[in-house]
């Protein structure tokens, strides 16, 4: 019901958009959360974007560097990541969360819904 795409490598300072489409009715309806995890670690909340696109959230590892946005005629959830580090590397995955409040999101793993398959990141140089 989520897919994720837009990962790949990158060399260390450089730049990818990651997309989340739902295939879903009423996309509008679920907030969004972004999620990331490296081998050998836990699943890591990254960012969330309410249903409305007008609240968002960032972890501080990456805030000032990533920017969540949506397009809900597109069903379609961004995360744009700029000025990449190694230690961004991993499997990154977008979670949905049905909430009643449209400037509402949730950066908690185990409130989503359900999830993407996930897509790779990798920065290297």
């Known amino acids: 019901q989520l897919a994720e795409s837009g990962g790949g490598l990158v060399q260390p300072g450089g730049s990818l958009r990651l997309s989340c489409q739902g295939s879903?009715?009423?996309?509008?309806?679920?907030?969004i959360g972004w999620f990331r995890q490296a081998p050998g670690k836990e699943r890591e909340a990254i960012s969330c974007?309410?249903?409305?696109?007008?609240?968002?959230n960032y972890a501080e590892a990456i805030k000032g560097r990533f920017t969540v946005s949506r397009d809900n005629a597109k069903n379609t959830v961004y995360l744009q990541m700029n000025n990449l580090e190694p230690e961004d590397s991993a499997v990154y995955y977008c979670g949905a969360r049905s909430l009643f409040v449209p400037t509402m999101c949730s950066m908690i793993s185990k409130e989503m819904g359900f999830w993407g398959q996930g897509t790779q990141v990798t920065v290297s140089s």
């Open positions: 879903i009715d009423s996309f509008s309806y679920y907030a």
């Open positions: 974007i309410s249903r409305s696109g007008t609240n968002t």
